[in-house]
């Protein structure tokens, strides 16, 4: 199992978004027979998501920006799913997960 952990800060140019997907994309192929899984803090606070399709993690819902755009089309490129849709105190999912296990289980904890 590959578990990674992400800190994008606010307002972080496209440059970073593009070298934290290259590198995921890195894993993924390197390591394609393992169980990946990528949490953290990106910084997307526009972002929203909605329930999939096929009912497995969640899906982006208005991608408006062109990091936005960067994450989520390297995360599907490289077979994640996201997992996360827990909103912070200010109604914004900023913590994100992404694996291909697609049994991962998210809840919510008491503060």
Do not use: R
Not at 8 to 27: G, K, Q, R
Not at 47 to 75: H, T, Y
Not at 89 to 101: P, Q, T
């Amino acid at each position: 199992m590959l578990l990674g952990a992400v800190y994008i800060p606010p307002d972080s140019n496209t440059a970073v978004y593009e070298e934290h997907a290259s590198f995921v994309e890195h894993l993924t192929s390197d390591y394609n027979e393992d169980i990946v899984c990528v949490v953290g803090d990106y910084n997307l606070p526009v972002l929203e998501w909605c329930v999939a399709p096929d009912g497995d993690g969640f899906v982006p819902l208005g991608v408006s920006k062109d990091v936005e755009q960067i994450v989520c089309d390297g995360i599907s490129y490289c077979g994640l799913s996201q997992l996360n849709n827990i909103k912070n105190d200010k109604g914004s999912v900023l913590d994100l997960i992404f694996s291909n296990w697609s049994t991962t289980l998210v809840q919510q904890c008491e503060p």
